[in-house]
């Protein structure tokens, strides 16, 4: 067997995988207990199996394949299991076939997805693959076996890549990855792979009619391959001993193929056909050695060749006497292809497993989370029905200084027992001064919101002007994508967070209105007893208890108690309800290879709330049938006891409507807080998003700059060294390359750098698509954070209002500062109306 081709493999940098891959599985699973993740393991072995299979392509041993089969099975579960062009790692990996120059620098290409990265790790397998083919003897049959195999498997490796690397690389990608030099390598793979399968033919002694078929076949293939490798723009990327040595194997095995087939004349004793192929034959032979520059290839053969035709020819000469035909009037005794390229296997390592595991498929991860949103945006809205009803039952009551009204005044205080118990209830829970408290902070978390949102704005300002300098300053040559096209969603969630984060100061602005309204009640509560009768106007101070109006409208009060009783556990129940859809959606998956999201989560959803749903519907009807029993009790109250209101009971229902705000007004300001704390953790997120796509960016730009001036470097005739002769006989240049003055053994289209389709939020940025990014978009459509989860009084629409996404996914879970949002889980209504909110 004669010498064997081995592809050259990509050289890749190392990079840090954890900080971001750990980032974006806190946010994509930000609820752990959920999911039951260790991600922090799984994520370091992650790191450690990319690490070793980098360094392990370079060992050329069969122990290494499993290793980097392991790396590349690996990489096929994550992108299942993850928004896998949300991970923003910059993988770089340098062109197989660059040699480089005396200036220094490698061709080379960066992009963040994870595509680009499965692609390189690929070519490098495949590459792996023909090395250690190549190295294996012809002695035993299972070197032979395993050559044969292993070129197989490359070849279709190769062709594999030829179809996917352009969907992986949207730019330009560096020439050891263009379908045509893919297309070339899968060809070449296959004709050595058929080289293989000669030799153990002819080892094993097999009939010289099917030698003769198999070497047929063998000089077609090398054929196909001399075709590629001798185009305009692939000619100058081989090594330089590349192209005579298949010239030289493509003459060889078309004179294997007539020294084989004059054997099996000469056993027919058709002796005119037999020297006319062993003329061929010695011919070809001949052609082998000159064009391979080999003077010992198929040197065995081409000595019995010649052997066989000065006997023939003597016996033909003494005895046979028959006319030598024309060697092109001879007939092909037809062809025999047994090398084929083998499918990618999956898994290519049988033995690893997922280390991942536990994470569930993104696919069902982002249908979990979006029907846990669709669930919440009907809790939110039976919670408000309930809320907004209690008001207007506060309201009422206290417009007729209910239940005040029907209750003698205590002896040590001179208030009702209900006001006193009110008044008890806000000094207990801090006041005047908590109040206070958290008026003064708000201020302060919206000035720590603002800030980190105008940081991510000033990033992607100076990005976006570093490109167009740039862009400006290389015009045409700078190839990668402009920043507006990829930063357009980011853009856009910029001015929604600022649209939230406005609407929010209107809202704040309401709550400061009604406590400034509701103050001297609330800082009377907040007195002490004795400080509070001084403020009281005297009055009767006591009512006739045995009244039959009395006696009503106090029964009326306890109905109005127990009908607020059960709104707390309506509520409580509400905001506790669960429903797992996981069973019906991987039922649905393995039935139909997709989940019709809305159509399950509607239905599981309504069967799971329609009795708390039932229970609020029912109590706002007990509650009109209420309302109207007070009021008219009230008036035979009023009739009854000529009491229309004086300045005691003005007071009276000032102090109770003063109680309902208090309590209205501490809940809205912690919840309040918690929102704006809640999003300082996703304007981090989204900060970290854009500080990681500039650096990515950097990361690109840093590489085509080194390209840019490499390639400028090159251009640039230098004053000694003379071209090596081995140059001399290429005169036409890539028809992309810019500058024809570069040699040609150089590579003239340096490695563009363009991101391509930065992996951003293709729903916050095309990946996997997550619940409600466009689906037609010509860029990754980022879908926006989430807002915090939950009931929040300060979100009564949703926001933002679009037609395609009715929410927003669910933000990381407390203390996950500068996480990625990552797939989308359930949430609230979002944002902050424009609209003064019910009951304020």
Known sequence: MSKLLAVPLKKSSEVDVIKPLTNLIKSAYSDPSSQNVHYAEAVSEFSKQRNTAIWKFFEKYESSLDIVYSYYDQLCYLETKIPVHELQIPFK????????????????????????????????????????????????????????KLFQQSAGIFQYLKGATPAAIPSEPTPDLNPETLGVLSSLMLAQAQEVFITKAIKDSMKDVIIAKLCCQAEELYSDVMRGMQKDNLRNLWEKDWIPTVAGKQAGFHAMFQFYQSLVCRASKRVGEEISRLQEAVELFKA??????SPTLFEEYSSRAQRNLTESKKDNDFIYNEMIPDIKSLPSPGKAQLAKALPIAAPMNPNHHDIFSE?????????????EARKNETVNSEILKLREATQTLNGVL???????AVENSDSGSGLPPSLLEKSNDVKQKGGIDSINKFIKELPELLTRNREILDEAERLLDEERDSDNQLRSQFKDKWTRIPSEKLT?????????????????????????QKFEKHV????????????????????????????????????????????????????????SATVNMKEQFLKALAQDGAINEPAISISEIGKALSPLQSQVQESIERQ??????????????????????????????????????FIELQGNLQEGTKFYNDLTQLLLVFQNKVSDFCFARKTEKDELLKDLTTQSSRQTPGPTPSVPSHYSSTTTTDSTDSNPSIPPSMPSNPASGSMGNIPYPQNVQ???????????????????????QGFNPYATLPYPNSGYYTGFPQGPQPGHYGTYPGSYAPQQQGGYPNQKPPGW
């Open 624 to 661: 009109k049938t209420l309302i109207d029993d007070i009021q008219s009790a009230h008036s035979d109250f009023t009739a009854e006891t000529g009491n229309t209101g004086g300045s005691r009971e003005a007071l009276f229902s000032e102090l109770a409507s003063a109680y309902d705000s």
């Open 766 to 788: 095309g990946m996997p698509m997550p619940y409600g990014a466009l689906p037609n978009a010509p860029y990754p459509t980022y879908v926006p954070p989430p807002m915090p």
């Open 520 to 575: 001297k009640g609330i800082e009377l509560l907040s007195m002490s007893g004795e400080q509070i009768s001084e403020s009281i106007p005297s009055g009767t101070g006591s009512i006739n208890t045995n009244s039959t109006t009395v006696q009503k409208l106090r029964s009326l009060m306890e109905s109005v108690e127990t009908i607020k009783a059960e709104r707390d556990v309506i509520e409580s129940e509400l905001k």
């Open 488 to 512: 357009e969603m980011f853009r856009s969630n910029t001015k929604k967070y600022r649209e939230v984060i406005n609407n929010a100061v209107e809202a704040d602005k309401i709550v400061r």
């Open 288 to 293: 082998a050695q000159s064009r391979s520059g």
């Open 93 to 148: 990996w340098k062109d197989a076939f660059d040699k480089g120059s005396i200036f220094g620098g490698r061709m080379s290409l960066t992009h963040t997805n994870l595509a680009y990265e499965k692609v390189c790790v690929l070519f490098n397998i495949a590459a792996l693959q023909s090395s250690i083919a190549a190295s294996q003897g012809v002695d035993s049959d299972e070197s032979l076996k395993l050559s044969a």
């Open 359 to 371: 994470l569930v498929p993104v696919v069902l991860h982002q249908a979990l989370t979006a029907a």
């Open 398 to 404: 206290a417009s007729l200084n209910l239940p005040a």
